[in-house]
């Protein structure tokens, strides 16, 4: 019996919908990275691009464990001397809650040039609308 690699143009990639409202952050991310990669298929070949597309709604209510909400902080780096800087978690679900599923989920793909095309397939939202119903998306109960 042969092994079964999958060819670049062979897979047709599916849409899904998952709604990120009181899912915990961890968990949404190994999901959604599994998802993203092709984990989830019998046609999974790790050299090659056979995951899905995933649209993330209602990011800004995505739940945290322990004590992150007040402890955890985000570091940004301008490139010059003392151009450090720290956003804590609050402050990020105010004004990008889209930046902290798509960082989560990016921690959690190989990092290679393979993950960052894979990380175009991830489109997140904030609120519970987004522009990509043409695609007819399947909906992903995570909960």
Not at 33 to 41: C, D, E, M, Q, V
Not at 53 to 71: S, W
Request: charge should be positive; glycine fraction near 8%; aromatic fraction near 8%.
């Amino acid at each position: 019996m042969k092994t079964y690699l999958a060819k670049q143009g062979e897979i047709q990639p599916k849409w899904y919908v998952v709604d990120a409202s009181g899912v915990v952050l961890g968990r949404l991310a190994v999901k959604v990275a599994n998802i993203l990669r092709g984990r989830n298929k019998p046609t999974f070949t790790p050299q090659t691009e056979t995951g899905d597309f995933v649209v993330v709604i209602n990011a800004d209510k995505v739940a945290l464990t322990g004590k992150k909400e007040e402890q955890k902080k985000y570091m940004f780096y301008s490139g010059y001397v003392g151009g450090e800087s720290y956003r804590s978690m609050p402050e990020m679900r105010e004004q990008r809650p889209e930046f902290i599923v798509e960082h989560a989920v990016k921690g959690m793909l190989p990092k290679n040039r393979l993950a960052r095309r894979m990380l175009k397939k991830l489109k997140v939202y904030r609120g519970s609308s987004h522009p990509h119903e043409a695609q007819n998306p399947e909906s992903l109960n995570l909960k």
